[in-house]
């Protein structure tokens, strides 16, 4: 898949989710294969034009994870456009507009989901952007504020016009948040709004099935995996070879997913320090253990993991309680095993719980 001038690897992507696909987990996903294109926490335009360090950091890259897109968010058209040349400057290969988040404190702004509302504010702000820029400029969006104002598939053309060069489409509304199912007719509308312009569909992809369902029934060029990719850290290696062969590959074992969340550990403490990686690192083990099997001894001590000392103590006593719940080859009892995967949008199979935990209740108290 192009975007822009800028060729993929594959169709699928790594979503950005605020407070997680920082510089360490973008690169743990990237180098297990599979992933064509990985993008920033969402970043305050302003604070990049502050030169706050913590914006800084959010848009630090490694060639080993490139392509590498910065979403900027920002309702200011000057800042956004000054922002954009920024993350260019900084070694992004696109600049993606976050138009979806719908948060109070981001969409009070006039950013995230606001950018909806008003096409012609919106369309003016990113031109400033596509031509302030040579690398692809892309927009991120919902389907539309509520169900009475679904205005993805206006708003994705308009855009194309200007020069967008892709369009990301999470298939729920604003006001919907992250409850519901997610409207792959919706998604498969603004597909057909736009004339050439890849569209890249997200939302409760969990699976490399669901992967499949989602590019079948809306007819979408790519898919972007976010919240599954927490859960799964292989799910763009498992579903580029399952749309490639139709075959679905072996789970990773239990040794290989300790392995990965060692690597992940080491990454977040080169990158933050022991400290502050040790305690980034706090939210992100809970995601591996979801695929341990019985893993109480570990999360419980985990979530105050101090040093990588500390964690190999934390894991070397988990290794010892686990074997309780294992055959005498050392290997997890069915009965234990974790559960199969699931998607909502795969066959009507139940939802799986989420790995990363998201906002819950009306909109307007987030």
């Not at 959010?58 to 920002?74: N, S, Y």
């Amino acid at each position: 898949m192009k975007i822009g001038n800028l060729e993929l690897e594959s169709n699928l992507c790594l979503s950005p989710l605020a407070g997680y696909t920082n510089l360490p987990f973008r690169l743990t996903a990237k180098t297990l294969g599979g992933l064509g294109l990985v993008t920033t926490d969402l970043v305050n335009a302003r604070s990049l034009l502050e030169g706050r360090p913590v914006a800084y950091k959010m848009i630090a890259t490694d060639a080993r994870e490139q392509p590498m897109a910065v979403q900027l968010f920002g309702g200011v058209p000057e800042e956004m456009r000054d922002a954009a040349v920024i993350a260019e400057e900084h070694g992004a290969k696109s600049v993606d507009i976050n138009m979806g988040c719908p948060v109070k404190k981001v969409v009070k702004t006039g950013s995230g989901s606001s950018l909806m509302r008003d096409q012609d504010k919106t369309r003016e702000l990113v031109r400033g952007m596509i031509e302030a820029i040579k690398i692809p400029v892309t927009a991120k969006m919902r389907l539309g504020w509520d169900a009475e104002n679904i205005t993805a598939p206006d708003l994705a053309k308009s855009l194309e016009d200007i020069g967008v060069s892709a369009i990301f489409i999470h298939g729920r509304t604003r006001a919907q948040g992250f409850s519901g199912g997610v409207d792959l007719e919706g998604i498969r509308k603004v597909k057909e709004a736009v004339k050439s312009i890849p569209v890249i569909g997200n939302g409760d992809v969990t699976t490399a099935e669901a992967a499949r369902v989602m590019l079948e029934r809306t007819g979408c060029d790519g898919v972007s995996i976010g919240r599954g990719a927490f859960y799964n850290p292989w799910i763009f290696k498992q579903t580029k070879h399952y749309l490639e062969t139709g075959e679905l590959l072996a789970d990773p074992s239990f040794e290989e997913r300790v392995d990965l969340m060692r690597l992940h550990l080491e990454r977040m403490i080169e990158f933050y320090g022991e400290v502050k990686g040790c305690i980034q690192f706090r939210k992100v083990a809970v995601w591996y253990a979801k695929r341990f099997g019985p893993s109480k001894y570990f999360k419980d001590r985990v979530v105050r993991v101090e040093s990588m000392e500390h964690f190999e103590e934390i894991l070397e006593g988990y290794r010892e309680w686990r074997l309780r719940f294992c055959d005498e080859n050392g290997e997890l009892q069915d009965r234990y095993k974790p559960a199969a995967q699931y998607s909502s949008i795969t066959d009507g199979a139940p939802e799986v719980s989420d790995a990363i935990k998201v906002p819950k209740g009306p909109v307007s108290n987030w």
